[in-house]
C-alpha cells in the first residue's frame, strides 16, 4: 500500500510538474531564437497590437505581397529582394504571424485588409502601391482594392483563391485543422519543438540556411498554431459568404495559377480552377491570365521568374498610368 500511494504521488508530481518544465522550456527556446534572429523589419502599432513590416529596394509604386494562410513572408524573401531590384518591395506579417503579435479572434478578409491600411499608414507609405497575392492573399489583395481603391494602381494574383470556389469546387475537409487544434495546446509547453517535426519539413528545402534557420525559429513560436486556426477560420467565413469578386475597373492585372497540380484534388477539378482564374483576369478590362505550366500552387518556388516578370510589367504599367 505505501509503495502504490509512493508511485500515485509520484505519477501527480509528474504531472503537475512536467507542464511547468515544459513551458518554461518553450519561453526559454522563443527567447533564445528572438535573440539570434531579432526583426529585419519595424513594427508599427495597430490598434494596441506591434505589426512588424519589412521594406527594401527604392522607387515607386510600393509593392506589397500579401501570403497565404498560414504562410510565413520570410519564405519569399529570395523572391522579395529580386523584387527590389525594380521598386520598394514590403512584407508584412499578419497579426500572429512572423513577428507581430497575436489577436484572439478569427481574421476575415475585411480585417485583413483594415489592418494592413494602418500598417502601410503608420509605416509612412504613402505613395501608390501594387499588390502581390498569393492564395488566401490574393482574396486579401482583391478586399484591399475594394475598401481602398484609390491605393492600388496594380495587382498580381499568383494561384490566387476565388470568392466562390468553395461552393463551384467543394474541397472535402482534410482535417489540418484537428491536427492544429492539437498543436494549439502542446505548442506552448515546448512539445512541438521536441519532436522536431518542423525541423524535418525544412531537411530538403532550397531556401539558404539563414533564411531556413530564421523560418525554423518562427514556426516553432508556441502562438503559431493559434493563429494559423484564426486564420484559417477566418478564411472559410469569407468563402462561406459567397462573395462576388470586385470589379477591378482597368488596373493593370496578371494572374497566374498553376498548371501542373500535384495535389489529387486538383487535378481532378482543374478545368474548374482554369475558368475561376479566368474569371479573376476579366475583373479589370486589363488582366491577362498565364498559366504556370511547370508549378502546383508553389509558383514563387518553381517558376519565381514568371512572377518577377510578372510584378515588372505591372509596375511599369502603373508608373505609365500615373
Known sequence: MKAAKR???????????????????????????DRRFPAPGKFVDVDGHRMHIFCQGRGSPTVIVEQGIGAQPLSWAPLNERMSEITTVCAYDRVGMGYSDPVDHATPAEEVARNLHKVLQQAGLTDDIVLVGWSAGGMYAREYYRQFPDRVKGMVLVDSSHEQQLFRMPVPDAGWSNSLEHDRYLAPFGWIRLT????????????????????????????????????????????????????LGSLPLIVLSEGKPNDPF?????????????ELAHLSTNGRHIVATKSAHAIHRTEPDLILSSVQQVVLAARGSR
Open 196 to 247: 522536431g517535426e518542423v525541423q524535418e519539413q525544412f531537411a530538403k528545402s532550397p531556401l539558404p540556411a539563414p533564411i531556413r534557420e530564421r523560418l525554423i525559429a518562427l514556426k516553432l513560436k508556441a502562438r503559431l498554431p493559434r493563429t494559423m486556426l484564426a486564420e484559417g477560420e477566418g478564411f472559410r467565413a469569407d468563402l462561406r459568404a459567397k462573395k462576388t469578386p470586385p470589379s
Open 266 to 278: 486538383m487535378q481532378e477539378h482543374l478545368q474548374t480552377w482554369f475558368e475561376l482564374q479566368e
Open 7 to 33: 508511485i500515485l504521488l509520484g505519477l501527480v508530481a509528474l504531472v503537475l510538474v512536467a507542464p511547468l518544465l515544459g513551458w518554461t522550456y518553450q519561453t526559454a527556446m522563443e527567447a533564445r531564437d
